[in-house]
């Protein structure tokens, strides 16, 4: 698969196979997959999502971690213990083919000089990332904010990514949160929308992105709008169950 630039218009889905490159094991219960797709680039907009294939199982949506303009697909697998995120764990492997049907969704960047706030939830830092690589491919001159909110240490699976990711791009700035204190004072806890609400005097003129579990975007989104936020410049990838 050949680099992809950020399509001028949203694709529509198509069906594709591919061959697994990589698998990266990050967290106990997290799964990173590099797929290499038949046929070169797929076009798709940096924080879109596929739907993953595998027979005898119900095809189910996961983000794509990648941005266009990278040679792979690349997808983070949380287990859920039943259904197809157990049956990648326990069986799929680096070599493997698989199916798979992309792009969807709208919870996709936006080129824009505004500033860029995302606010992830646990594995929904995946399409988050894709967004803020696609930012900084086109549009480094306006700043982009990241909290990423998580259960604990174990689960910031990408922080050493972020944090290297910071010292490339000034304009880039990262605050990871634990639910709960740990043995690491320098790390805040608490809930990405009201650290956000607390750090800037006003949310007007962002473009916001959030993905992570429904509960957390529902109680969100109204946080942002009365801290200043454009509720048409606030789009959201809410994951369900």
Same mark, same amino acid.
């Given at each position: 698969m050949t680099a992809q630039a950020e399509p001028r218009v949203t694709p529509a889905p198509r069906r594709l196979e591919g061959r697994i490159a990589a698998i990266e094991?990050?967290?106990?219960?997290?799964r990173i997959l590099k797929v290499d797709v038949d046929g070169g680039a797929?076009?798709?907009?940096?924080?879109?999502?596929?739907?993953?294939?595998?027979?005898?199982?119900?095809?189910?949506?996961?983000?794509?971690?990648s941005a266009p303009h990278q040679p792979y697909l690349e997808f983070h697998i949380k287990s859920t213990?039943?259904?197809?995120?157990?049956h990648i764990f326990e069986t799929w492997?680096?070599?493997?083919?698989?199916?798979?049907?992309?792009?969807? =969704?709208?919870?996709?960047?936006r080129a824009s000089a505004r500033p /860029? @706030?995302?606010?992830? #939830?646990?594995?929904?830092?995946?399409?988050l990332k894709a967004i803020i690589e696609a930012h900084f491919e086109h549009a480094a001159q306006s700043p982009a904010h990241l909290y990423w909110g998580v259960r604990d240490t174990a689960h910031l699976y990408l922080d050493g990514f972020f944090k290297e990711f910071a010292q490339k791009h000034h304009g880039f700035h990262y605050v990871p949160l634990l639910a709960h204190a740990e043995d690491r004072p320098a790390l805040r806890t608490g809930f990405v929308g009201p650290a956000a609400t607390q750090d800037f005097a006003t949310l007007a003129g962002f473009?916001?992105?959030?993905? =992570?579990?429904?509960?957390?975007?529902?109680?969100?989104?109204? /946080? @942002?709008?009365?801290? #200043?936020a454009d509720k048409e410049s606030v789009f959201s990838d809410a994951f369900g169950p």
């Open positions: 094991m990050p967290a106990p219960d997290t797929v076009p798709f907009r940096a924080g879109q999502y596929a739907m993953l294939h595998a027979e005898g199982f119900e095809p189910r949506a996961f983000s794509i971690a213990g039943r259904g197809l995120s157990a492997k680096k070599g493997d083919r698989i199916g798979l049907e992309a792009p969807f =969704g709208d919870h996709y960047w /860029l @706030l995302a606010l992830a #939830g646990g594995v929904g830092i995946a399409p473009n916001i992105y959030m993905a =992570g579990p429904g509960a957390m975007v529902e109680a969100t989104l109204p /946080l @942002l709008v009365k801290h #200043g």
